[in-house]
């Protein structure tokens, strides 16, 4: 298995879906990233040399990936509920922060149902 961003990436399969296994990097930046190196996206992993997997390497380490991502996104969520918008109050309370209904359904945001206390 190649390791590329701190993921181990699978070597049976096609490059383009390979790289998928990245956090921050989806099927359009993949190509794009292929696009630039000039590595066919039907290529599989094991079929590549050291040179061409540092290549994409490098072309990796320009897009915020794994934990530097995570952190970015967890950081603007923080400052979200910082800001007391009505954006972070939703984050802040574990409900839809999109506009969903909360009457019924969005069980999976608010979690298991809660007993009527008498």
């Known amino acids: 298995m190649a390791r590329i961003a701190g993921v181990n990436i699978p070597d049976n399969k096609h490059a383009v879906i390979s790289l998928t296994y990245?956090?921050?990097?989806?099927?359009?930046?993949?190509?794009?990233?292929?696009?630039a190196v000039g590595i066919a996206t039907t290529t599989k992993?094991?079929?590549?040399?050291?040179?061409?997997?540092?290549a994409i390497r490098a072309e990796v380490a320009k897009v915020p990936t794994e934990g530097d991502l995570?952190?970015?996104?967890?950081?603007?969520?923080?400052?979200?509920?910082?800001?007391?918008?009505?954006?972070?109050?939703?984050?802040?309370?574990?409900?839809?922060?999109?506009?969903?209904?909360?009457?019924?359904?969005?069980?999976t945001r608010k979690g298991p149902r809660k007993p009527i206390k008498k």
């Open 45 to 54: 992993i094991r079929e590549l040399d050291d040179a061409q997997l540092d």
């Open 70 to 107: 995570r952190r970015e996104i967890s950081m603007n969520i923080k400052r979200l509920m910082d800001l007391g918008c009505y954006r972070g109050l939703r984050h802040r309370r574990s409900l839809p922060v999109r506009g969903q209904r909360t009457k019924t359904n969005a069980r």
């Open 22 to 35: 990245i956090f921050g990097i989806g099927r359009h930046t993949a190509k794009s990233i292929l696009a």
